[in-house]
């Protein structure tokens, strides 16, 4: 594998993904590389990562709206949450003992882009039912938002939810909006056996 890319900002990350269209050489895209073991490997000429778009860039407790970076690990998501007793509802899965990474190394873009969502998905529903909206680069590199920061905000294709699932084959996630819930006052787990 070649040289890796690794912007800190959305332009920067605009700039990479131009240059990869003009030269149209295939590019890697990953966050943390917390499931680079899921699947066929990648067969690029070079790998870019997102994980330096990172923060937070709006978030509102009372209205149940995150607003942040791509890059940006799960865990300081989960943390900032749990601060304000809210929580994701898709109950993001953490893989890496079965992937053979490091524990929460993932990033919110990489829980999005591959909609992974946990147990919780068959009430709540999956990772793509709760983003609001992206802003992204396309393949071409030209940076586009899709959807808002309010549930009910979109006429026509839904682009922010078909970007769930496609493992980064559609653009290059720079933010999301995501919708949040308060947290659930009490937790069990049922287990079946046989």
Request: glycine share 12%; aromatic share 6%.
């Amino acid at each position: 594998m070649g040289e890796g890319f690794h912007p800190t900002t959305a332009d920067e990350l605009e700039a990479v993904v131009k240059w990869a269209a003009a030269e149209r050489t295939p590019l890697e895209i990953i966050g943390s590389g917390s499931k680079c073991n899921w699947g066929r490997a990648v067969q690029s000429a070079h790998t870019l990562r997102v994980d330096g778009i990172s923060g937070v860039i709006d978030y509102e407790p009372a209205e149940l709206v995150l607003t942040v970076k791509a890059g940006t690990p799960l865990t300081d998501v989960q943390t900032l949450l749990k601060e304000h007793n809210q929580e994701l509802p898709f109950e993001p899965a953490d893989l890496s003992a079965v992937l053979g990474g490091p524990n929460q190394a993932g990033t919110i873009g990489g829980v999005l882009a591959t909609n992974l969502s946990g147990p919780r998905r068959l009430k709540a529903g999956a990772a793509r039912d709760h983003v609001l909206g992206l802003e992204a680069v396309s393949g071409r590199g030209e940076i586009f938002k899709a959807g808002g920061r309010v549930v009910k905000n979109v006429t026509g294709y839904d682009l922010s939810r078909g970007f769930c699932s496609s493992w980064g084959t559609l653009a290059v996630a720079t933010s999301f909006s995501i919708k949040v819930l308060p947290r659930a006052a009490k937790e069990c787990t049922f287990v079946l056996l046989g």
